[in-house]
């Protein structure tokens, strides 16, 4: 098994399906209020598993033996790596502070 092939495979599809999908949410997000337009949702899904099908086929098709099974376990990896990633940054660049409860209305009136 090629393990430098299928863990650098994994990274990269890793990288780039998370790097795009944040970018396309970080710099492309709609005013306040308004709902994402629907090019950008599209594009958040499939840049990952556009990346991750990738990164499976050119692991099949450098490898001489064993070629489901390595290109299974670059798309499993690369999946489990795209998910931490994402899940990592949105947790990394949520709010600091937490807003506090607005007050209520007196009842004095």
Same mark, same amino acid.
């Given at each position: 098994m090629r393990w430098k /092939? /299928?863990?650098a +495979?994994?990274? /990269? %599809? %890793? +990288? +780039?399906g998370a790097g795009v999908c944040y970018a396309v949410a970080r710099f492309l997000r709609p005013a306040a209020? %308004?709902?994402p337009p629907l090019w950008a949702a599209a594009l958040c899904l499939l840049a990952p598993l556009g990346a991750i099908t990738y990164a499976a086929v050119f692991v099949y098709r450098h490898n001489a033996r064993r070629r489901a099974l390595q290109a299974a376990a670059t798309a499993l990896l690369a999946s489990l790596l795209t998910l931490t990633a994402l899940t990592l940054a949105s947790v990394l660049s949520g709010r600091t502070k937490p807003r506090p409860f607005p007050t209520p209305p007196s009842q004095n009136s």
């Open positions: /092939l /299928l863990i +495979a994994s990274l /990269l %599809a %890793a +990288a +780039a209020g %308004a709902d």
